[in-house]
């Protein structure tokens, strides 16, 4: 089973992340959805909310996506993540690895693209924990 947290203040591409990623998973899997990052943030801190994996966007207006991964990084949440912008900047890219970030989608991005990168970090998710 996959738990899917997608973070982002953009409702409407909230909702397209949240729904193609249902289609990338199984009916079993899950998909949570927040509006805020700090919202993500209680749901995982205080609410003990643990992800498979998080897609979430980079520029928000409370904190950052780097900021609110670094967050819940702390509190014991290692998952795979993907980060979605439409601003790349080179000091951006070099924040990702520490953040254990798999994949950084530069929007525009395509359905298909996304689709496929959250099934592979589920995957990613799943041989994690089968290792374990």
Known sequence: M???????????????????AQNAMTPADEVLEYASPVDFIHAVVDRGERPDLIVIDYFMPELDGIQALRCVRGHGVHCPAIVLTAFYTEAMHKLLPSNNVKFLMKKP???QEL??????????ADNKESVA
């Open 2 to 20: 996959c738990k899917v947290m997608v973070v982002d203040d953009n409702s409407a591409h909230r909702e397209i992340v949240s729904r193609l």
């Open 109 to 111: 991005f395509s359905a």
């Open 115 to 124: 689709f496929e990168n959250i099934q592979a970090a589920c995957h990613m």
